[in-house]
């Protein structure tokens, strides 16, 4: 497997890719805000000495617990599963525990800033609430009629694999957040709660999909996506984010699924 390059490679960076861990000093430009301080967002940077392997996340803890411990962001697992640390890094959507400072051109500065689309409450951090309540406004739990069964709902691998790409959505809004249309209009729902539709829209068990369609049929719902494939892009899960929508407009006109 060939290895990620990047725009320009320095000694130290060579010398990695040969195998041997040589550390670099590295600029992080990050965008800070706090509204009780100045209205306004400021850029900081900071330097640190570092391992090009290690990641995003690994500096901005150094940067909070060695030179300042005002710098909030959120983390959790730091292992990809909690999607918490979703944030632009050089001008993209990513994790900040998935991305390794050797895969971002650390010999330019690293800008860092909070995703896109949502209110900055400080710092890295967004008011994720507008988000969660689109992912709860498309119903993302199984309906089902009639009494309570008395065994398992049982489905084919068949029937699982249909909507086994959209099940593995984590909800760090990466998605949304790149899309132009949520910048510009708040009250779309957005990429990742038509994803989250999607995958019990196609649920073999499920009997809400009419009810999820009839919602994402409104004005905000997926007729806004423009496909520009920026939320795929952005997905750190792989998820086909534009074919999920594409297949629930599909549905909607058939009213097959």
Known sequence: MSTPTVEKHSAALDAVEAGAVQPITVTFRIRRFNPE?????????????????ERIL??????????DGTLTYRRSCAHGICGSDAMRINGRNRLACKTLVKDVNPEKPITIEAIKGLTVLKDLIVDMDPFFQAYKDVMPFLITKGNDPTRERLQSAEDRERFDDTTKCILCAACTSSCPVFWNDGQYFGPAAIVNAHRFIFD????GAEQRLEILND????????????????????????????????????RRF
């Open 37 to 53: 301080e100045h209205p306004d967002p400021v850029w900081v940077d900071y330097q640190l000495t570092m391992d090009p392997k």
């Open 58 to 67: 690994d500096a901005l803890n150094k940067i909070k617990w060695e030179q």
């Open 204 to 207: 073999s068990r499920d009997e």
């Open 219 to 254: 004005r905000e719902g997926v007729w806004r996506c423009r496909t520009t494939f920026n939320c795929s892009e952005a997905c750190p899960r792989g998820i086909e984010v534009t074919k999920a929508i594409q297949e629930v407009k599909r549905a909607l006109v058939t």
